[in-house]
């Protein structure tokens, strides 16, 4: 009998299954040894009036405000009783784009390519307003330096244009003797489908990427671009961390850090995506970042008529996927809740989002977040669901596998390791039906006693319980056979 380590690598579905790849990495995160369990959406809010198509925080200073976007409304998280309060202009708004939002100061600024700009001022504001009577309407929106900048505009019919308030003043635009606001026509690259800012903006078209630099007068910005024939297919897609800006071209997943363009789903989920994704919805596709997880999120209709996520952890290049019935990804941050508190806003500890110690409940911390329907929603609830699935593992040219011992790390089990159960596929050739045995279950010190023969062999491992934090590797005992 022979026993061997199997170390848990990368989830990279575009590759054969005999490649060493994992086949699948459901419910979890990458780590870097192994996998760890991403957390359920909880409920965060209560129901709003309509289901909503955005979810952000503002902060400034100290004072913490939530706001979501819905097609008609805009909403405000209220912390004394969880409801989600309109505070739209007046008349409401009528429009089939997601909201984008940005903030510039104590101003939250908002665009959605049908109104002209809207603002929220922190610590004033009772409702959303027009930012001014010369802000214009535009699809996207993002701060480049001193500068509020939108672009798209006229709802589609200025798609190449983008446009720059004054310098510290998102309400002036108006381009002129004293005014450093001003415009630019794009005339290569198709479309305007998003924005990155920062010290340096990134255009993203459907067929380029320019770089937006601040040169002071007479021109106050340089445009260059930096990719010709690769864009974005949709400004859902982006997410902006530091200086990398990452997004979905018509071929792929990218990282952008202003100068140079990075595939980073190449031979690893992009061939996947592009079979499970419903291109025709894909202007329903939301991203965001988890700072904390190191972990970019991307969500997007599939042909199943569901939704579908992808997790990517830029310090490791490594993905995962999650199942999920959350709509809509975004960022909060907490406001802080007392104890005394607690009661009156959920009522039972079960109905909490998340434990006592989490930072949902620790204030101006800022949380991954989204929207299920008309609920802004947290990721902090229990682990769920997760599966490992190996690639097809050679051991000579047959072998029987009679014992599994999965590596996994339980925090607070008492000893306990590896509550898990095991599903084993074994077959004779490749192209033979693949077929999961009945789950065994692991015994209370990790080990699972089967027997499966055959030269290629798949196993499915789902780490139990909740306290689970880390699975690394399989311990495999097995004997090699003859051919006969």
């Known amino acids: 009998m022979t026993t061997t380590r199997i170390s848990l690598g990368e989830w990279t579905p575009d590759q054969h299954a005999v490649s060493g790849s994992l086949r699948d990495a459901r419910n979890v995160y990458p780590v870097s040894l192994g996998y760890a369990p991403f957390p359920n959406a909880e409920d965060y809010s209560n129901a709003g009036s309509e289901a909503l198509n955005s979810v952000l925080v503002g902060k400034y200073g100290d004072n913490v405000q939530i706001l979501g976007g819905g097609s008609t409304k805009l909403f405000k998280y209220n912390p004394t009783n969880r ?79 983008v446009i720059w308030s004054d310098i510290n003043d998102e309400t002036l635009w108006v381009s002129g003797s004293t005014s450093q606001s001003d415009f630019q026509l794009l005339g290569d690259g198709g479309n305007i489908t998003g924005l990155s800012g920062g010290e340096f903006g990134l255009i993203f078209l459907e067929k380029a990427i320019v770089r ?117 990804l975004g960022n909060i941050a907490t406001a802080g809740v007392v104890l005394e508190t607690l009661d009156s806003l959920y009522g039972t500890l079960e109905a909490m989002p998340a434990s006592l110690d989490d930072r949902v409940f620790v204030g101006g911390k800022f949380l991954f977040a989204g929207a299920r329907g008309n609920k802004i929603v947290t990721f902090t609830g229990s682990n769920y669901n997760s599966e490992i699935i190996t690639s097809d593992l050679e051991f000579g040219y047959n072998s029987v596998i009679n014992l599994i011992r999965p590596q996994i790390d339980t925090v607070g ?57 880390n699975v690394i590797a399989l311990d495999i005992d097995y004997i090699k056979t003859g051919n006969r």
């Open 83 to 161: 409801n989600l309060d309109d505070v739209s202009k007046v008349g409401g708004y009528s429009s089939t784009s997601p909201w984008r939002f940005t903030q510039f100061g104590n101003a939250i600024i908002g665009a959605n390519d049908q109104e002209k700009l809207q603002a929220w001022y922190i610590g004033s504001s009772s409702v959303f307003a027009d930012v001014s009577a010369s802000a214009p309407i535009a699809k996207f929106v993002t701060v480049v330096r001193d500068f509020v900048v939108a672009a798209n505009l006229n709802t589609g019919s200025d798609p190449t244009k």
């Open 212 to 328: 937006m630099s601040y040169v002071g007068s007479p021109l106050f910005f340089q445009f260059d671009t930096i990719s010709r024939g690769l864009g974005c297919i949709d400004g859902g897609s982006i997410a902006q961390f530091g200086n990398e800006t990452f997004f979905l071209s018509d071929d792929g997943f990218y990282k952008c850090d202003g100068t140079r363009v990075q595939g980073i789903g190449t031979e690893k989920v992009d061939r996947y995506f592009f079979d499970d994704v419903a291109l025709t919805d894909i202007d329903t596709m939301s991203t965001s970042v988890d700072p904390v997880k190191k972990l970019v999120v991307w969500n997007y209709p599939n042909v199943q008529g569901q939704r579908s996520t992808l997790v990517y952890n830029w310090q490791l290049n490594k993905w995962s996927r999650v199942v999920t019935d959350a709509d809509v």
């Open 413 to 469: 089990s008492g000893g306990v390791n590896g509550l898990s159960t095991i599903k084993i596929a074994s077959r004779k050739n490749l192209f033979d039906p693949l077929v999961f045995s009945s789950p065994y279950n692991t015994s209370n010190i990790g080990r699972t006693s089967l027997r499966s023969g055959g030269r290629y062999h798949r196993i499915a491992i789902e780490p139990l319980g909740t306290l689970w934090s």
